[in-house]
């Protein structure tokens, strides 16, 4: 069972000008193809390859026999999440039950934010900030590389990819810029809500 590329779910420049076609381009068209058809590969023929690929990920992690395929799967997936945890006309503050929770468990969206800032901007190298479900209680937390929260059995509500092709055609090196970016205008808090009221 093949996994396919997903198209995105807006047009290449409806980012802009947070984020560019030219950057939309390169990373859905190049690098998550790429991912998605490295592991299209690797699974084929094997006894995984019939599961849906959230099930490879949760196999196969922590394997090192099978990191390239734990990669190549995590990858696919991440990208696919990250791509709905961006709108046009994002970012701001979430409302109704996604709202309450995150005054709940943070103390206050001011306090979300700052961790959130923080998971991104101190993850060393590449990998992944995420609003996560963790038996019960929001939580920001960060990955390394390819890894994700479904290793972890928590559930993610959405992501952002700080990875350095996610930002440095329209930010360079700085990162901090592009976080706040993300936050202020391309969050999908419609997108978190979803995620939040199936869990």
């Known amino acids: 069972m093949s996994y396919e590329l997903p198209i995105l779910p807006y047009d290449y420049t409806a980012l802009e000008p947070y984020i560019s076609k030219s950057t939309l381009e390169f990373h859905h068209d190049k690098h ?7 592991f299209n590969t690797a699974v084929q023929g094997t006894d995984l390859d019939n599961k849906p690929i ?3 990920i949760k196999a196969i992690a922590g394997d090192a026999e099978k990191s390239g395929l734990f990669n190549n799967a ?3 997936w991440n990208h696919t999440f990250y791509w709905n945890s961006m709108k046009p006309q994002g970012g701001g503050m979430p409302t109704g039950t996604l709202a309450r ?4 468990d ?3 969206f001011e306090k979300f934010v700052e961790a959130f800032k923080s998971a991104g901007a101190s993850q060393f190298g590449s990998g992944w900030a995420w609003l996560v479900l963790d038996n019960g209680t929001l939580k920001v937390t960060k990955t390394l590389n390819a890894e994700n929260p479904l290793i972890s059995e928590q559930i993610p509500l959405m992501t952002m990819d700080v990875w350095e092709h996610a930002y440095y055609l329209d930010y360079q090196n700085k990162r901090p810029e592009y976080i706040g970016v993300f936050l202020d205008s391309l969050v999908n808090w419609d997108f978190a809500a979803q995620n939040l009221a199936a869990a």
């Open 74 to 76: 995590a990858q696919a």
């Open 106 to 108: 943070f103390g206050s």
């Open 54 to 56: 959230e099930d490879v």
């Open 32 to 38: 998550h193809a790429a991912y998605v058809s490295k």
């Open 101 to 104: 929770k995150i005054e709940t």
